[in-house]
């Protein structure tokens, strides 16, 4: 079998890695890392993670592109994509897991005034400020996928009221499900805590701008761990700096690092971390990438392919 690692938007310590993984699930391995291609015609299967555009059309035998991350707007947006290439992004515990550990992290963080308890810190202030029980706060995900799901049913553990929007109805149980145009408004108007877990596409570029956010209630907090396309910036910033927005954790951007000079760096109620959320990892990804290109192979279509008309 062989693979080429195309990944430059992954940490260059990754593709020895993927080799070591691979090399011992399947020994005869030839595992190619970009820009050492070989010859283009051999390759079989592509590892792609943020590879340059216009690059993964150079391979005429390829049989499948497998994206090691969940959202794939990066690749789907890329002019030379090569359509008619099976593409299968990553579903895999390690991710799903890590992204969890996120929401529930930053959920918890709001949900028990952390922010305020901090500044409380910093005045030197004994102030034992009362919190709600879990049961009335009001959690809402935008997106109920793979990741909203699990991270839903952690946050049920706690005893959250969880609400979903979508695409399509949903029923998770304990989950009260809204979906589509008509109920966005009524899905934000119950919603303190919002987080976006979509995937980045035409009809979610820019879903939390000011009409977005003015629906959510006085006070509310939102946590993106998408995509930075999905936050209109500067309607976040506004509705901050009002004081209806209480506070944002912000893991993706529109320009990514972050640019020095962005507000966000220093907004004394934007909480930033570097599109951390949810990672990548090979140890738990292997196997399962394996497995797809088994199937592949076998002429059995593998699981988790992109749906190029519905762009996720
Ligand atoms: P997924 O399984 O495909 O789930 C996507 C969810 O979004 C589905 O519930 C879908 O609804 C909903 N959705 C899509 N388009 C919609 C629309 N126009 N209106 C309403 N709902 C819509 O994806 P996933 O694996 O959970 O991943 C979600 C996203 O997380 C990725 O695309 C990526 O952008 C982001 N992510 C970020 C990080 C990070 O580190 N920051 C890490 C991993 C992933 P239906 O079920 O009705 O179709
Ligand atoms: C990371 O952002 C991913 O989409 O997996």
């Avoid at 991350?69 to 390690?94: C, F, N, S």
């Avoid at 553990?157 to 399509?168: C, I, K, L, P, Y």
């Avoid at 979610?204 to 003015?214: E, K, P, W």
């Avoid at 309607?235 to 901050?240: C, F, M, N």
């Amino acid at each position: 079998v062989i693979v080429l690692y195309n990944c430059p938007g992954m940490m260059s310590e990754d593709a020895p890695q993927w080799r070591a993984l691979l090399t011992r699930l399947v020994p005869d391995i030839d595992f190619r890392v970009w820009p050492d291609i070989g010859r283009a015609e051999e390759i079989e299967f592509i590892l792609a993670w943020k590879h340059k555009p216009g690059d993964l059309k150079r391979y005429p035998n390829a049989k499948a592109i497998f994206w090691l991350g969940a959202g794939v707007d990066h690749l789907v947006k890329d002019p030379d994509l090569p359509r008619q290439v099976p593409i299968v992004r990553l579903v895999d515990d390690g991710l799903t897991r890590s992204m969890t550990e996120y929401v529930v992290q930053h959920v918890l963080h709001y949900h028990r005034r952390q922010d305020e308890f901090d500044a409380l810190q910093r005045r030197r202030e004994w102030n034992q400020l009362v919190y709600p029980l879990a049961r009335h706060r009001k959690v809402g995900l935008l997106g109920l996928g793979v990741l909203g799901s699990d991270a839903a049913e952690k946050l049920l553990m706690f005893g959250f009221d969880v609400a979903s929007w979508t695409r399509s109805p949903k029923s998770l149980p304990g989950v009260q499900s809204f979906h589509g145009e008509s109920g966005f408004l009524p899905f934000l108007k119950r919603t303190e805590i919002l987080v976006c877990i979509l995937p980045l596409t035409p009809e979610t570029t820019g879903i939390i701008d000011a009409r977005t956010l003015t629906a959510l209630p006085q006070g509310a907090f939102v946590i993106n761990a998408a995509r930075g396309g999905h936050v209109v910036d500067a309607d976040l910033i506004a509705a901050l700096d009002s004081g209806h927005i209480a506070g944002a954790t912000l893991d993706v951007f529109h320009e990514e690092p972050l640019p020095a000079d962005h507000p966000y760096w220093v907004h004394p109620k934007v909480r930033v971390t570097p599109h951390v959320a949810g990672q990548t990892f090979a140890e738990t990804a292997a196997a399962g990438i394996l497995e797809g290109m088994q199937s592949i192979s076998a002429g059995k279509p593998p699981k988790n392919l992109v749906d190029l008309t519905k762009g996720y």
